[in-house]
């Protein structure tokens, strides 16, 4: 026993001996600093990125050590660690390349999946707002309305509506509306410009600690380009009178800011016999400085409109009476229109190697109107059934966030911390549902008044790094405030509540090997309900919870070859919905869901790429007897992927497939909205400084449909209602060509 101790206390100070640290800066050819890159110890899996100035320190350094240094777009380095590198700061310069996936070194990292994905959006760059979040695995969106309305979005087994459980951000700037005329949580994209996409990063579940709000499914955060390489100019023209111009001009460009503006204009008839009219206008600008020392400013500016007609959704009967076809309308006079302003701020200020401040600040004005009309004469024979609805909103919001890591023991293990404090505040006036004719016309107002809504919110994160472990636990603390003034009311009628929702956190990753990542996730989140709905309910079940769990791997077994999968389950508190479309408050009870997610990154060479991510969900309500607990247009089954190329000659392209199975569009699943395979296809060719492209949706022309609901309706002259499938045709082969150049 005396000699196993003295021999465990020799093994632990020789640990203690061998343990060092090696520092360093990376930087580019140039001999400019890289934020960002990865510097990742493949004997013991440990990790860490380069700050603002390209300096990083790695703990826990051996000679023998195996250090590889990377970075998308950049040839991957490997150091091999030498009695004279020990403690010693070490100078890299990293040569670009083509992006590849042996620039992936999977890390012990919460949301590793990420990097993964922006190898897809580099192979295969996106060329529509739509597009944006069919980059995420497992994530399905649809389009109705006319294409100026925010997509419907599906991800592990939600009918996510227009946002309801996924939180999504622009650089910090929050995309999601609350108590919003149409739908909680709507999500707009259509103001971000594609092309000015820098990557994305996402997470499933409810498992950080710093994000909050609708945070249940999911969280996806766009990053635009701090800085543009070339001046681009870009047309495309197609099918259904569509036309699509993007510019992106340099306005400066130094050693340590730069500029730049981007533009689109959108014009399309759409495939319908009653042109939709559509237009939309983006205008972007951005200012970045970065020292490259210490301290990183941004300053951005973007305007978003759009208008449009819309044929709506559309009853199966009426078809099928050949009273029209797929692509007529019963009412034709849908349509509405949308603003959004945004001036947004973000600041890093790195205050010394291991301390570092991020804040951001943001304000927008936003204006949103649509006219719709889901039953035709249901309700009123005579008028019909169409509503309006609208709001005029002021959003401002700010965050800081310190950032912390010291070592423990001596240099054998590393902790880091985080904590942010932040605010937003939405200032809705005239939030209303009007039942209108011809647009033109005020019917009847159903619901009329002021929104104020305060989220205050705080967090604690916490990474523990030793040897191939990564344990991050987390806190956080949102208080709201609700206010509602019911301007229908004859005299004063304003009510307010208050909630406060505390959401812990825990991840658990094991790196095996450099080859395998093991992880368990386990968390705690949430989604607001609708302001109108808290003051109807005297603030009871407001903040229902979402209880989610995930277990899974990461494996790559080659250079070339990533493979993830994830066991997961999600349970869903009881809830009340504020139902927009009718003004009314429909309860719905807790839900409960598990699922498979499994992905596959393939570099089959240097030119060829190939991505697939398959998902399976089972999704029941828990408070109905069985055969009528199915949860409405909740997917089962859903995949994506595609093949893409690049530099075979002057050519580059892709192939892309999505593909939804028949879900139940109502409880007991006696309506069934129809699943669909779509495959599109894009080809460009480069001469020079231009670009000749071509774009196909729906290469195989197939009849399918887009979004799908079961609902009552009547027509004219009907003496009955029915309720069955009303649809939104899905695109059907649409023909685009792009000519684009670079200066």
Known sequence: MKNSLLYFLFFSLTTIVSAHELSGTVVDQDNIPIDGVGVFNKTTGGYTYTNVAG???????????LIIINSLGFKTQEITITENQLDANINIILEEAAVSLDQVVIVSKVNALSQLVNIDVKANPVKSSQEILRKVPGLIIGQHAGGGKAEQIFLRGFDIDHGTDITIDVDGLPVNMVSHAHGQGYADMHFIIPETIENIDFGKGAYYANKGNFNTAGYVDLKTKSRIDDNQLSLEAGMFNTIRTVGMFKITEGDNSNAYVASELVLTDGA????????????????????????ELSLSISHFQSKWDASGQVPQRAIDQGLITRFGAI???EGGNTSRSNFWVNHSKQLDEHSKVKS????????????????????????ADQIRQKEDRTIIGAETVYEHSVHVGDHDSQLRYETGLGFRYDDVNDVQLSRTKNRQELLERLAYGNVDELNGYGFLNLTYKKNKWTINPGLRLDYFKFDYVNLL???????????????????VIYAASPNLQIFGKTGIGYHSNDTRVVVANSGEDILPAAYSADLGAIIKPS??????????????????????????????GKTRRYGVDFGLRYQ?????????????????????????????????LTSSGGLSFRDLGNFSGGLNYRFIKDRPANEDNSIVAEGYFITDLNLNYAWN???????????????????????????????????????????PFYLRGKISVSF
């Open 55 to 65: 300096y990083f320190e790695l703990d826990d350094i051996s000679v023998g050590d």
């Open 272 to 295: 319908f016999e009653s042109p939709q009219n559509f237009n939309r206008l983006n205008l972007m600008g951005r200012y970045n400085f970065n020292n490259h020392e210490d301290q």
């Open 331 to 333: 009412d034709d006079t």
């Open 360 to 383: 951001k600040a943001y304000i927008s004005k936003y204006d949103f109107e649509l006219f719709s009309n889901f039953t035709f004469f249901l309700e009123d024979p005579v008028n």
């Open 489 to 507: 009311s004859e005299t004063y009628d304003s009510k307010s509540e208050n909630k406060i929702f505390v959401g812990p956190k825990l991840n």
């Open 559 to 588: 250079k070339k070859l990533v493979v993830n999968a994830a066991l997961w389950s999600l349970f869903l508190e009881q809830e009340f919905v504020y139902v927009g479309d009718a003004a009314i408050v429909e309860p719905s």
């Open 604 to 636: 089959l060479t240097d030119w060829l790429y190939a991505n697939g991510d398959i998902n399976y969900t089972y999704a029941r309500s828990t408070e109905e007897p069985e055969g009528q607990d199915f949860i409405p247009l909740s997917p089962d």
């Open 689 to 731: 400084n231009w670009t000749f492209g071509v774009i196909v949706e729906n290469l195989f022309d197939q009849e399918w449909n887009e979004t799908q609901f079961a609902t009552e309706s009547r027509l004219l002259n009907e003496p009955n209602s029915f309720e069955e499938i009303h649809f939104t045709p899905g695109t």
